[in-house]
Nanobody
Framework: QVQLVESGGGLVSPGGSLTLSCATTGRTPGGTATGWFRQALGKEREYVAAINWSGTNIDYADSVKGRFTISRDNAKNTVLLQMNSLKADDTAVYFC???????????????????WGQGTQVTVSS
């Protein structure tokens, strides 16, 4: 049974930083890609960033490009999302997800992902 567990969320002031972690338990097939999504209150869930198994392919939504950094440590089965220069608009529940299909031009589509975590709340407020 594959499970994803997010951690690292919390309350941060505008301009601050947070690092989210996505830990995977259970056996996953090789070649999986991991994505981060977020859902603000009253809005649809949206894509944030993704990384392939080897870390050679990385993609960001325009809204976070230059501020967020995704990385992975396969030895620890963990994917990190470093978030800098946070804004109030970044307030949301952040989810990590894995796709068995690996990297493709459809990496931003939620329907491509097979496993999802429960999410961690990030609140940016003064």
């Amino acid at each position: 049974q594959v499970q994803l567990v997010e951690s690292g969320g919390g309350l941060v002031s505008p301009g601050g930083s947070l690092t989210l972690s996505c830990a995977t338990t259970g056996r996953t097939p090789g070649g999986t890609a991991t994505g981060w999504f977020r859902q603000a209150l009253g809005k649809e869930r949206e894509y944030v960033a993704a990384i392939n198994w080897s870390g050679t392919n990385i993609d960001y939504a325009d809204s976070v490009k230059g501020r967020f950094t995704i990385s992975r440590d396969n030895a620890k089965n963990t994917v990190l999302l470093q978030m800098n220069s946070l804004k109030a608009d970044d307030t949301a529940v952040y989810f990590c997800a894995k796709t068995k299909s690996g990297w493709s031009r459809f990496i931003r589509l939620q329907s491509r992902y097979d496993y999802w975590g429960q999410g961690t709340q990030v609140t940016v407020s003064s």
